[in-house]
């Protein structure tokens, strides 16, 4: 008798369209969470070996791994980086840097999906108190500001759904703005 893999159900994802006129923090924020959103989204209603699927031969990309990709991405910049947190990054294995792609297929969706859920609530709280001009140094020795973390991470998150968009249509032909 094999066991059922239950649909992996994503927590009230709700999309919301950023205003169309607002302040400059408001807009970045708004289009970050527009674009986390979205990465759920394209996650919903996919059970686990769905979600893990690997449907480009030359690619270990998967939906399950795009998230947790997306769990260190938040983690790195606003916590490591914008807010200089020694934290741990999830995924990460020594030796490999790759384990949020590479080790997907032992992975617990719920677990990761909590993890990454759980990087942006940290992500949002590291920086809330922060202004747009705060300037950190990199450890590769870069100065940068916070602005320019929240449109890195708008430019990352919109990569990877594009790539998401293209995994899911692949996994069950869904296809979605």
């Known amino acids: 008798m094999t066991t059922p893999n239950p649909r992996w159900t994503a927590p009230d994802v709700e999309r919301t369209d950023p205003p ?11 289009w970050l969470d527009y ?12 059970d686990r070996d769905q979600l893990r699927r690997r449907p480009v031969a030359s690619s270990t990309l998967s939906l399950h791994g795009l998230v947790r990709h997306m769990a260190m991405v938040e983690r790195w910049w606003f916590e490591v ?4 947190r020694a934290v ?16 997907v297929d032992g992975a617990d969706a719920e677990t990761d999906f909590a993890a990454y859920l759980g990087a942006v609530e940290d992500a949002r ?9 705060h300037v950190f140094r990199t450890r590769r020795g870069n100065d940068m500001d916070l602005r320019w973390v929240y449109l890195h991470m708008i430019e990352e998150y919109a990569r990877h759904n594009g790539h998401a968009d293209l995994l899911r ?5 869904t296809t979605g703005d």
């Open 20 to 30: 169309r006129v607002a302040g400059e923090r408001e807009s970045l924020e708004a």
């Open 88 to 103: 741990e990054l999830p995924f990460w294995r020594k030796g490999n840097r790759a384990g949020d792609f590479d080790d």
């Open 125 to 133: 709280a590291a920086v809330a108190d922060l202004p747009l001009d």
């Open 35 to 46: 674009h986390r959103s979205t990465l759920l989204w394209k996650c919903a209603g996919l």
């Open 169 to 173: 249509e692949v996994v069950d032909g």
């Open 81 to 84: 980086n914008a807010r200089g």
